[in-house]
């Protein structure tokens, strides 16, 4: 199977950065793609962004500007730098990797980070 780990969560002020980092290790073969999600209370989980292996990504309107995230393919790893943090961006980070079999998407998930940014 897949196994993902996060680091880099944290308590940080409005305004201030984080940055969290997942690697990815097991069966890994042919990934497409790799990203962070994040779920906070109540509220369903959401995309944040995600890297194709190819380097395509894609960010939630909500952190455009404001997030980056990267990936190294060598390492199987996937890094999200988040910037001007703000109080709404509080939640529990995912880790995900997807693999595609045709119609069929495989996700794999993290055990999730928590982000608290304080006002």
């Known amino acids: 199977q897949v196994q993902l780990v996060e680091s880099g969560g944290g308590l940080v002020p409005a305004g201030g950065s984080l940055r969290l980092s997942c690697a990815a290790s097991?069966?890994?073969?042919?990934?497409?793609?790799m990203g962070w999600y994040r779920q906070a209370p109540g509220k369903q989980r959401e995309l944040v962004a995600s890297?194709?292996?190819?380097?395509?990504?894609n960010y939630a309107d909500s952190v455009k500007g404001r997030v980056t995230i990267s990936r190294d393919n060598a390492k199987n790893t996937v890094s999200l730098q988040m910037n001007s943090l703000k109080p709404e961006d509080t939640a529990v980070y995912y880790c995900n990797l997807f693999r595609k079999f045709g119609a069929i998407t495989d996700n794999f998930w993290g055990q999730g980070v928590q982000v608290t940014v304080s006002s």
């Open positions: 890297i194709t292996s190819a380097g395509s990504t």
């Open positions: 097991g069966n890994i073969f042919s990934i497409d793609g």
